[in-house]
């Protein structure tokens, strides 16, 4: 079960997403990442293996051969002017900024993933 967390500012998706993954607090993940700010996989990567979250050893395009994403995974999602961070669990799209969606927002446009393997 993930519990949603909104973003407490407009560039602090990623943070929100390892947030809901580790069940701790935003706040401490915005500390713990060293950043109010925009995120990068390397970053969302370090924060992982800090929370102790299994992943993939890298981001995956979407393309024809990796058409789709994971059950779990982390999502690069383009916005018409910005990338922006999207948690995808169980077929719903935990959206720090948008909400808990069935689909992803319909101006972004997803294209790579990082697995996120649970237990």
Same mark, same amino acid.
């Given at each position: +079960?993930?519990?949603?967390?909104?973003?407490?500012?407009?560039?602090?998706?990623?943070?929100?997403?390892?947030? +809901?993954?580790?069940?701790?607090?935003?706040?401490?993940?915005?500390?713990? +990442?060293?950043?109010?700010?925009?995120?990068?996989?390397?970053?969302?990567?370090?924060?992982?293996?800090?929370?102790?979250?299994?992943?993939?050893?890298?981001?995956?395009?979407?393309?024809?051969?990796?058409?789709?994403?994971?059950?779990?995974?982390?999502?690069?999602?383009? +916005?018409?002017?910005?990338?922006?961070?999207?948690?995808?669990?169980?077929?719903?799209?935990?959206?720090?900024?948008?909400?808990?969606?069935?689909?992803?927002?319909?101006?972004?446009?997803?294209?790579?993933?990082?697995?996120?393997?649970?237990?």
């Amino acid at each position: +079960m993930i519990r949603y967390v909104q973003q407490p500012t407009f560039q602090t998706c990623g943070q929100a997403c390892i947030s +809901m993954l580790s069940d701790f607090p935003i706040e401490d993940v915005i500390r713990t +990442m060293k950043t109010k700010g925009p995120t990068s996989i390397g970053q969302l990567i370090e924060a992982l293996d800090y929370y102790g979250i299994k992943h993939a050893e890298r981001n995956k395009r979407i393309s024809k051969a990796n058409p789709k994403y994971s059950d779990v995974s982390i999502l690069t999602v383009h +916005m018409p002017n910005y990338s922006h961070w999207v948690l995808h669990y169980k077929s719903k799209f935990y959206d720090p900024e948008f909400g808990v969606l069935d689909k992803c927002h319909e101006d972004g446009k997803i294209t790579s993933f990082l697995d996120i393997y649970l237990d």
